[in-house]
């Protein structure tokens, strides 16, 4: 910077002292209770891969092994997938309050402006703490978590259990075969394997109706802490 250029000295905020000092501890406990949930979204994440690694070594410990737990499997992770949404709705909660504080609050700081006071990001922040609420329905959220993690653990469930059907105990030389192969006691295979592509054909559409919501949501929205 050259030497000529003087220093831009910080304008004084019309907030006391008293209260930057308390929003700056608002912002970092709600960065910290963030962050928290961030991490339990990582772990239910982690027990969906983790049970989904545990099925595919049971069913290809050897040739003869069914492959029943590949079926069980998909039905564990869409559990862990709603659990993980009903975290991500907590988890957007303290994100859109530590998001909106950065906004407009650091922001024009930094910006070396004042902080607008009686504005509607003060407005939104006392509404948000005086009556919590969820800012994304548990649809919205689902598909939101469905997209970014779980629609890979599905992928791969999918594929390792057609996978187990080609190959065990010998590969396959006929459709009927695999017919036979997918049967799970009285259930026939037919049976059997159009239940599996119903279901992930399910979560398919399920993906691209949540993903146009949020689209919608996102042009109806007229409140930064609706944001994302």
Do not use: C
Request: aromatic letters at 12%.
């Amino acid at each position: 910077m050259p030497e000529d250029t003087p220093e831009q000295e910080w304008p004084k905020q019309d907030i006391e002292s008293g209260t930057l000092g308390a929003l700056a501890h608002l912002y970092r406990a709600e960065v910290f209770r963030s962050t928290h949930w961030r991490t339990r979204l990582d772990n239910t994440t982690n027990w969906a891969v983790v049970t989904t690694g545990i099925a595919l070594s049971a069913t290809f410990s050897n040739k003869d092994a069914s492959p029943l737990p590949m079926v069980l499997v998909g039905l564990l992770v869409a559990v862990f997938l709603i659990f993980e949404a009903r975290r991500y709705r907590y988890y957007n909660l303290f994100r859109a309050r530590a998001r909106l504080l950065e906004t407009d609050f650091y922001a024009p700081i930094l910006h070396g402006r004042q902080v607008p006071l009686n504005k509607d990001w003060s407005r939104l922040l006392a509404e948000d703490y005086e009556m919590p609420h969820y800012h994304i329905s548990l649809v919205r959220a689902a598909g939101r978590r469905l997209r970014s993690n779980y629609s890979w653990i599905l992928a791969i469930q999918a594929v390792a259990y057609y996978g187990k059907l080609a190959i065990h105990p010998v590969p396959l030389t006929s459709f009927s075969e695999a017919l036979e192969r997918a049967s799970i006691g009285p259930i026939p295979g037919g049976w059997v394997m159009l239940t599996g592509a119903s279901f992930h054909v399910g979560w398919v559409i399920f993906a691209i109706v949540t993903y146009r919501l949020d689209q919608i949501y996102r042009e109806k929205r007229n409140s930064p802490m609706q944001h994302l």
